[in-house]
């Protein structure tokens, strides 16, 4: 055998021996590149990911097979990292957390040092996928399968200013307790109030040029207000003879009636109209009380009203209540015969809220407008309920929408809904 023909055979014998070492490099460098390039696209899903929950603004309760956070919060996840990783196998987990500021150390001691309070979203996000390449008998390379994890926070600050006013439930069960807290709801619905408008004060006095409001549209059987010495009600329906012309009081839904009612509790809760004036307000709601049947369209309507005469560039009116419309009382001020047969409560609300969407005309009115400076008006209608199912009340669920419905099973919640509904800026923290 000549010299060439034995390098030859020991060229095809070294051969043989490296094609499984080059091939394992091949296949590491593959799978490896691409799990490199996996890390980065979780890692830029879940940055978006976590502002869009945060946006979303949902309450985050729920628990899922794929880990913590409510399903809403679960679905947006899912569909964003879909979409940024399309070749991965299953999402393995997804875990969302809303911290309230009470929950965040950081917060805390900016609260102690009358800073504005914040609310943190953290997302953690774990995807498999399918090794191009898997190692095998001979061959190095990935397992079958290899995971990559993103992870990502947010905060919520508010960054303009906000025009609030509260329809707020006064009926005569809010004098009861309840599970929710050692108080009397109207109690701890009051000292909620209390709290917000500390929040709403803080940014005022940060922001010389802009400045947040605060309204309050107390509702009972009605709202009230004193004018010229006697008690009205301005959010009064509009009557066609013996029945309630629910066209004509949706079309002049912001008009003021100043009708009179019938039996007067002026010294109860009466309206405060917007006002950045937060001592005169605490002041003004001091010794409300409550009593009465509930009608929560009165309520509605009284705020919708109060609400249009802002000028900041965001308008927020929250329902608060602990239960459904009366459904078997009629109105007080329609005791008269010639009212005919007078509807219940809960029959008005669902008729104007539902049949004649009363309020999307009243969304459509308050965002249609601009602030003297020329910005476009953001309006915004939420309910938050509490001490009750409020999916038992389809009328206040088709006039804010589901995704603006709440519930809070105490105070605390009640307080920390209402301040992630006004703290609408984002700011994105960085990858966990």
């Given at each position: 055998m000549?010299r ?13 021996m490296?094609?499984p070492?080059l091939?394992?490099l091949?296949?590491?460098a593959?799978d ?13 899903a879940?940055e978006v ?6 946006e ?6 729920g628990q899922?097979?794929?880990g913590q956070g ?5 679905q ?9 990783l ?5 999402i393995e987990s997804i ?10 150390p950081?917060?805390l001691?900016g ?6 309070r914040?609310?943190?979203?953290e997302?953690?996000?774990?995807t498999r ?11 190095e390379?990935?397992?079958e399968?290899?995971d990559v994890?993103g992870?990502?926070?947010a905060?919520k ?7 609030v ?7 005569g069960s809010?004098d ?16 909620v ?5 500390a929040?709403l ?18 509702f009972?059987f ?11 009600d301005i ?19 912001f ?5 009179e009612?019938?039996?007067?509790n002026?010294?109860r809760?009466n309206n405060?109209?917007?006002t950045?004036?937060f ?11 409550a ?8 309520g509605?309507i009284?705020?919708a ?7 900041s560039p965001?308008?927020?009116?929250i329902i608060?209540s602990?239960?459904?419309d ?5 109105p007080?001020?329609?005791?008269e015969?010639?009212y005919?047969?007078?509807p219940?409560f ?7 809220m539902?049949?004649y ?7 459509s009115?308050?965002?249609d407008?601009?602030?003297p400076?020329?910005?476009k008006i953001?309006?915004k209608i939420?309910?938050?309920g509490?001490?009750?199912?409020v999916n038992?009340n ?5 006039c804010?929408g ?8 105490n ?16 700011g994105?923290?960085?990858?966990g």
């Amino acid at each position: 055998m000549t010299r060439i023909s034995k390098q030859r055979g020991h060229a095809a014998l070294l051969f043989v021996m490296i094609i499984p070492a080059l091939f394992g490099l091949f296949a590491l460098a593959s799978d490896g590149a691409r799990a490199i390039q996996s890390k980065a696209r979780i890692e830029d899903a879940s940055e978006v990911t976590v502002l869009a929950i945060a946006e979303h603004n949902d309450d985050n309760i729920g628990q899922s097979e794929l880990g913590q956070g409510s399903a809403v919060n679960q679905q947006i996840a899912s569909r964003y990292v879909n979409y940024y990783l399309g070749d991965l196998s299953s999402i393995e987990s997804i875990n969302v957390r809303r911290l309230n500021c009470e929950d965040i150390p950081e917060c805390l001691d900016g609260l102690a040092q009358d800073e504005p309070r914040f609310f943190q979203y953290e997302l953690d996000v774990v995807t498999r996928h399918q090794a191009w390449f898997p190692k095998s008998d001979g061959f190095e390379g990935f397992d079958e399968t290899f995971d990559v994890k993103g992870a990502s926070m947010a905060r919520k600050y508010q960054n303009q200013a906000v025009d609030v006013v509260f329809a707020a439930d006064f009926s005569g069960s809010m004098d009861d307790g309840w599970n929710g807290g050692n108080q009397t709801k109207i109690q701890d619905l009051m000292d909620v109030i209390e709290e917000v408008v500390a929040e709403l004060e803080k940014f005022n006095e940060n922001h010389q040029e802009e400045a947040n409001h605060v309204g309050i549209a107390p509702f009972d059987f009605y709202t009230r207000n004193m004018i010229g010495g006697r008690e009205k009600d301005i959010s009064e329906l509009i009557f066609s003879g013996n029945s309630i012309d629910y066209g004509r009081t949706v079309e002049q839904v912001f008009i003021e009636k100043n009708q009179e009612v019938s039996n007067s509790n002026a010294d109860r809760s009466n309206n405060v109209e917007l006002t950045d004036d937060f001592e005169q307000f605490r002041r003004d709601i001091r010794y409300f009380r409550a009593g009465g049947g509930t009608s929560s369209v009165a309520g509605t309507i009284r705020a919708a009203q109060m609400l249009q005469k802002g000028e900041s560039p965001r308008r927020l009116l929250i329902i608060l209540s602990d239960g459904e419309d009366n459904p078997d009382w009629a109105p007080s001020k329609y005791r008269e015969p010639s009212y005919g047969s007078r509807p219940s409560f809960e029959t008005i609300g669902r008729t104007l809220m539902i049949n004649y969407n009363m309020c999307d005309v009243i969304r459509s009115g308050l965002s249609d407008a601009y602030t003297p400076d020329g910005t476009k008006i953001e309006a915004k209608i939420a309910v938050i309920g509490f001490d009750y199912d409020v999916n038992d009340n389809d009328a206040l669920m088709y006039c804010a929408g589901e995704d603006n419905v709440y519930e809070a099973q105490n105070r605390d919640e009640i307080l920390n809904n209402i301040l992630e509904l006004i703290t609408e800026e984002i700011g994105h923290l960085g990858n966990g």
